[in-house]
């Protein structure tokens, strides 16, 4: 039987706005109810579209309202001990978290019970952490994406964390594949090499500055922004993936898929919200099996959320950011 506190911390946005309206406070521990438990968050990974959920960009999100849509932890409290028992290590993404409900910016996070994933792992949280939401993307990316080995492969955006997991997953697990992975800094370049790209391609202005169609398989991160630019690079036949919305734009004017996909070409995509726990436990195997490094690039505890949201808008910003207890 755990003993749990009556209050919890919790960083709460009451109004859109920069790093600084997210308010360490203190709430009541959220009671338990049929279907849902509550899990210990012991740390979570942070993401790109929770920048956009504070800035307010986020329609649906009413605020006030604790963020963070992942989290790594121990079920702490629920009606059905059976499937989840208490102390269960446990992962979960998405399914609204921190959106529509409050979400795992909080020493507690009350979930649905089918968005509780358990899991087995010796990883340390920090690591693990880092896993769910980014990794989870990027190995649904990669599958969607058919690689086989000698492919050469481009990312686009990077150096954002699913960019750098993407690398470093395909690096472990498809030998001999050739990854360049686009920047809007060149001076980037050596972090890049360093996480396992061959070499850096330079994003200018949303122009890829690369000639003809060179790349077998494409990871597109920016997204609807720059796809049409995109596809003009992908070869014949060649796959192109298109996950994420850096560039900030959700859709695409002026796109003909007839004329603008490479010849035989096929697009595709993946969602981290499509969640399978299975997927979910075959990726954290497979990481500690192969000894793949998902260490963040940086870690903050959670009484530094805003220093946190900051250096993930800021210009330093590389790889996955993990804030811990
Ligand atoms: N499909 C899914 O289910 C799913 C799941 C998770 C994430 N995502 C999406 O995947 C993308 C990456 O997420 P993340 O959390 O890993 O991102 P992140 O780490 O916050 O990405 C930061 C990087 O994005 C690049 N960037 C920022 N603004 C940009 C712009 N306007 N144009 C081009 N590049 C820009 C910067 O690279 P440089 O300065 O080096 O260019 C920066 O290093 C996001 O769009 C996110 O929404 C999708």
């Not at 009606?79 to 102390?87: K, N, Q, V, W, Y």
Request: aromatic share 6%; hydrophobic share 40%; proline share 6%.
């Amino acid at each position: 039987m755990v003993t749990l506190p009556d209050e919890m911390r919790a960083v709460v946005v009451y109004e859109p706005g920069g790093p600084e309206v997210l308010r360490l406070e203190r709430r009541p521990v959220p009671p338990v109810r049929e279907g849902w438990s509550l899990v210990r968050v012991r740390a979570r990974g942070l993401n790109h579209s929770e920048v956009f959920t504070r800035k307010g960009l986020s329609p649906s999100v009413k605020f006030p309202r604790v963020l963070g849509i992942e989290c790594v932890g121990e079920v702490a409290s629920t009606i059905d001990p059976s499937r989840l028992p208490i102390g269960e290590k446990v992962i979960s993404i998405m399914g609204e978290m921190g959106r529509d409900f409050d979400g795992s910016y909080a020493d507690y996070v009350l979930l649905s019970n089918d968005q509780i994933h358990p899991v087995e792992s010796g990883l340390p949280w920090e690591a693990l952490a880092a896993i769910p939401e980014t990794c989870y993307t990027a190995y649904g990316s990669m599958l969607n994406m058919r690689l086989t080995s000698g492919q050469s492969i481009l990312v686009r955006g990077a150096t954002s964390g699913v960019g750098i997991a993407f690398a470093r997953l395909a690096r472990a697990m498809v030998p001999g594949v050739c990854l360049l992975g686009s920047t809007r800094s060149m001076a980037r370049e050596d972090l890049l090499i360093r996480n396992g790209f061959d070499e850096a391609v330079l994003d200018l202005d949303g122009s890829l500055q690369v000639k003809g169609r060179p790349f077998d398989r494409v990871l597109e991160l920016v997204g609807p922004a720059t796809l049409k630019d995109t596809c003009a690079h992908v070869r014949e036949g060649g796959i192109l993936c298109s996950a994420g919305q850096l560039g900030g734009k959700w859709y695409m004017d002026g796109f003909d898929p007839i004329v603008d996909l490479p010849p035989d070409g096929c697009l595709t995509s993946f969602y981290s919200g499509n969640v399978r726990g299975e997927r979910l436990a075959e990726l954290v195997s497979l990481i500690e099996k192969n000894d793949i490094d998902v260490w963040p690039e940086k870690v903050f505890t959670l009484d530094r959320m805003e220093d946190a949201h900051r250096f993930l808008e800021g210009p330093h910003c590389f790889g996955k950011i993990v804030v811990t207890e």
